[in-house]
């Protein structure tokens, strides 16, 4: 057998063991709610933690790929290649002590993290919160790929970003997004939402949601849909994907969350199968899996055509809510621009500032020049600067992600990413096929989806985020598409 | 470090393994039906299984065996290395393909067996059932504990326990069963169940059956609840126990099979907190788990006393049934005894019948006396002469019972002995308390779970069944409690 043969089935295995880690964490998120049971649970995801690296890191692994570098491989073994040697460098340099520190302390911190957004304390997730900080930094530290902490920590999320080139990007966006939002709010024509603070039973949220996606073609043979407190997904196996779904929050983030997670896992889903179990079946960067997520959340899913066909059945569901309520009425409610506490449910104009905030506070953190203790206070001033409006307490403030408890320090960055590459490939998308929103008119989801398989979802990870942006659309990542899909859509919108 | 602390350090590991596998099947049941990703789980399965095989039976474990054994030991570090002991030397006998192919097939068994029973033909399930009992027999005839198949399998449920013990237990109960069914059947004034044959809404007995429990004792903060397709108990870590409900047979087997279940549950959370993490974290064999869900199922569940103090809820939540129909007739109806299909659905009386007729066709099977093929044709015949009655079709017949497709072969008669532990075990508990019914008119169920938590619950498997059954009774397995306690029960329920 040769090199890359053999490092293909040592992989196969390392697979197994995360896709067996990704059930733990599934499960304690979807099932394990204030349980006493989280030690255990976190032995165990330390366990296999512990595992993954000793098997990643082993002599074997460094010879192998040693001798595969010799051969002339095709492109998939080659992608293969370098994401085995990537895996194979960072995990060397990280002793396992901080490995398995790491992951047992993400259990036991998702718990306090839960508890202290429950009762808006941030005291009680300060201290395991301060652990987790110097955890980060440390391995941050041992990894060493950039000259700064955070860049290193963003390098783990979006291959080859750096602090340095994001802020080049979100710099020059920020003031355009405040000053969009000013001009926005100050039309005189702005949409009502006061229909999406009816009640809307959430059963019924649920029903559709799932109708949706199954339109979608989300399916449901290699996939399920849960109902959890915090939208998210996960692959178990290379054919079993999973999205969870949130019904508590205001109408309709039920359905555009569920959309959310929708496009994560179609991603998934439409992968080759030559690339089932290995370490290429997965997104090409964070940024790209969200850019998926992101297009069918927004871009189609509260455009207006996609609302021309779906609206009527939303009417027969929720008649007393709906039934005497314009379409166009209900569009413009869903497509409200205006600042907000909790980024998940953000419109998409005030989204980017919800990551610009994380993202220089996240710096400022790594670089110790703010401490965690300061962090709430910090928080809400910026949110002030940005967002013109202060969190009331910590559980809208900095306690509403779950990212800090997890560790996913430079993982913010690349939701506001994701927005920009959707913008900039479905921009792309339509120069080939104008009539796409014609198509949702009439429920017609599969030409986007076939798009989407055939230039980006097949092929996992075969090519980096840069080359595959590239490759899709033949320039490199371009903001000017975003700022000009959400003035046109926006200004139309606020009839400006 | 010393050698047995040493192993436990080693055997922690392994448990936690074995919890990962228990989460991996929790989530086949109840999350994964009819799915394409199953062959994925079926090498995250078999992972696991092969990694834990090679840690048990390996050198270092073996060496310390033996320098544990010239330890002077306490009587728990002497019960785990005794425990430990059993599983190094069953493991080593057991090649590492044979380990895999069985954590494999059984996994995939799942799914044929499922579709099988679904459209109620065995043909689908044949060819990998053919396999499984290849693969049961070779591993029986690596194993070698007992000189016939059978008993070398038995003995992993209920260690030391043989075909042959066995055998002269049920066989003189046997007729005695059969004549009481006739004799019962025979009286001019049998219970009328029409009443079970209504309407109850599943998600009301869903939440009586969880009022239960709760009562009960159930502690949710280190388990859960989930509805599925066959009821089963497991451990996801010594403070994450799970029972599973069905709400779809006819009432209230939802309410029987989920305090059953409790039963199950209940015994793995009173282990005392010394043994959690260890090989002694678990119940002292099969057949004493069994006892304490049946006694909780039926003994104190079927009970006169208990609907006293239920009955009135039950016609709270189903009045149009309930309403008007009298306490003493719902009892007897619940515990009509008539011939039927399905194990689990079984009374107390023709339920011991049911594994009989499973003992002998395993025992059969194992000793090749007949063929996979004849199973339907076999399991009819000897069902008409042990319940006079013969399965319509394969799903109410052979398909029944899931045990078959995990390669449980030996387990059921563990079930049986449970009902004869429970009896004595209850009797002498009755010895005691002799209030205990008293108690259960008031809906107080503690005075009962106190004394199986001080004499069984707390000790996991320090004692063996044996050694337990004599401290706690004072003699050995002895089934006249149970035919004295059926005969008492019945003879007055029929009024004969």
Redo the contacts between chains.
Sequence with gaps: MNAIKELREIFA?IM??N??SS??NW?QEV??M????V???S??MS??RK?NHQRITSEKVGKLIKEAEKLTLNEIDNAMLREITREFNLETKLPEKLVVDIAETSVLAAKDWREAREKSDFSIFENILEKIVELQKEKALKLDTHPDLYSTLIDLYEPSATYEWIANIFNPIKPKLIDLVKKLNSSSDRPDDSILKKHYDEDKQFELSSKIIKKLNF?F??G?Q?KVVHPFTTS?????VRITTRTSEPFPDCITSTIHEYGHAIYEMGIKKELH?TILCTGASMGIHESQSRMWENIVGRSKEFWTYWYPTFQKYFPDNLKNYPLDDFHRAINIVQPSFIRVNADEVTYGLHIILRFEIEKDLMEGKIQVSELPEVWNTKFEELLGIVPPNDAMGVLQDVHFSAGLFGYFPTYFLGNLYAAQIYSKALEQMPNLPEDYKKGEFSNLLSYLKENIHQYGSIYRAKDLIRRVTGEDLNSDYFLKYIEKKYISIYRL
Tied chains: 1, 2.
């Design positions: 295995e197994r063991f896709y067996i059930l733990l499960d099932n394990m204030n349980y006493k049971s030690k255990g649970r032995k165990q366990l296999i595992l399916d043979g290699m399920r849960d178990l196996a290379s054919m079993d179990d």
